[in-house]
């Protein structure tokens, strides 16, 4: 581990400056303050501040002050669960569908790069073919495969004869 004393290592140790700085806070609103004005904590802090503040407006009173009983406190507990996990079913089910596309895409790059193999090595053999039946005055053939991308020139050989 480390040499340093709890109390520098985690925030929620009794005596770490943070949570002292904590306890100096105006209000519950401002003890997001103490966290910083960055980080995960600091974000988090915000966030919880933020439903707090709303819920006040909604219902008027703070948690602490809200007198439901501990059954009621644990059944929307309990119901907070419940939404969170539709909430997750729905994001894998739309990580799932776009997973399933970009398979899709790939199986398509892959006959498609297959496709276009084959037509390179079809495309040589009809030079290479060419080459031996047409007169080598005219050039043509010669034109044909110097316009050809390089990674195609590098396809291998044709019918027996390398490629440029």
């Excluded at 644990?74 to 119901?79: K, T």
């Excluded at 060419?130 to 053939?141: D, F």
Aim: one cysteine or more.
């Amino acid at each position: 581990m480390t040499d340093m004393p709890p109390d520098e290592m985690h925030p929620l140790y009794p005596e770490h400056p943070l949570l002292e700085a904590k306890e100096k806070a105006e209000s519950p609103l401002d003890a997001a303050a103490c966290f910083g004005s960055s980080g995960v904590e600091a974000a988090v802090c915000e966030d919880i501040a933020k439903r707090q503040r709303l819920g006040i407006q909604k219902y008027g009173v703070t948690v602490a002050d809200n007198p439901l009983d501990l059954h009621e406190w644990l059944q929307h507990a309990y119901e907070e669960c419940l939404d969170q996990a539709v909430y997750l079913k729905r994001a894998m089910l739309e990580r799932d569908k776009w997973r399933e596309k970009a398979e899709h895409l790939a199986i398509h790059m892959v006959t498609a790069n297959d496709a276009i193999e084959s037509l390179t090595r079809d495309l040589w053999t009809v030079i290479g073919v060419a080459r031996r039946c047409m007169p080598k005055k005219h050039g043509t053939i010669e034109r044909i495969a110097a316009n050809l991308p390089e990674n195609a020139k590098s396809a291998g050989t044709v019918a027996g004869e390398k490629t440029l």
